[in-house]
C-alpha cells in the first residue's frame, strides 16, 4: 500500500523546513492519518488502495490528502513556541520579536487544509466522508441538521 506516505516527502509537499520536530510530530500521527482516509473513503476505493489496484490519479490524490490531513491534525503541536520556533505569521524589523498563530488561525488553518484534503478525494469518499465535508464546509453535522429538523416539526 503506498499509504503512509514517506515523511520526507509530506515535509517536500507541504514546503515545510526538514526539522527533526516536525518529522518527529508526523511520524506520531500517520497511523491515524490512514485511519481517517479509510473511515472517510468508499469501501471499493479503500479495498483497492490496500490492494495496490489503483491508477496514478488515485494515488496522487491521496498523496495530497494525506499530507494535507496530516497537517491538519498536527498544526497545533507544530504552532507551540519552543525556543523561538513554531508557525510564525510574522517576524519584527530586527528579528528580535516573532508572533505566533492564534487558535483561531489555526482553528481556520485546520478546517481549511481539512476542506481541502477531502476535496482531493471527493469522488473516492463514502457517506462518512460527504458528511463530514458538509459539516467542515458549511458547519452544521447531518445528525444535528436533522435533530433540528425533528423538533421543528
Request: aromatic content about 10%.
Amino acid at each position: 500500500m503506498f499509504l503512509p506516505i514517506d515523511t520526507a516527502e509530506v515535509v517536500k509537499v507541504l514546503n515545510l523546513n526538514n526539522d527533526d520536530r516536525i518529522i518527529a510530530t508526523f511520524e506520531q500521527h500517520s497511523d491515524r492519518i490512514v485511519l481517517l482516509l479509510e473511515r472517510f473513503s468508499d469501501s471499493e476505493t479503500w479495498n483497492n488502495i490496500v490492494a495496490e489496484s489503483v491508477d496514478f490519479e488515485t494515488q496522487k490524490s491521496y498523496k495530497y490528502a494525506y499530507c494535507y490531513l496530516l497537517l491538519s491534525s498536527t498544526i497545533q503541536f507544530l504552532n507551540f513556541k519552543t525556543i523561538g520556533e513554531g508557525i510564525i505569521k510574522t517576524t519584527g524589523f530586527d528579528n528580535q520579536s516573532t508572533e505566533l498563530l492564534t487558535g483561531r488561525e489555526i482553528e481556520d488553518n485546520k478546517r481549511s487544509l481539512e476542506i481541502e484534503a477531502l476535496e482531493m478525494i471527493y469522488e473516492y469518499l463514502g457517506n462518512r466522508g460527504i458528511d463530514r465535508l458538509r459539516e467542515i464546509k458549511h458547519g452544521i453535522a447531518k445528525t444535528k441538521q436533522q435533530a433540528s429538523r425533528a423538533c421543528v416539526i
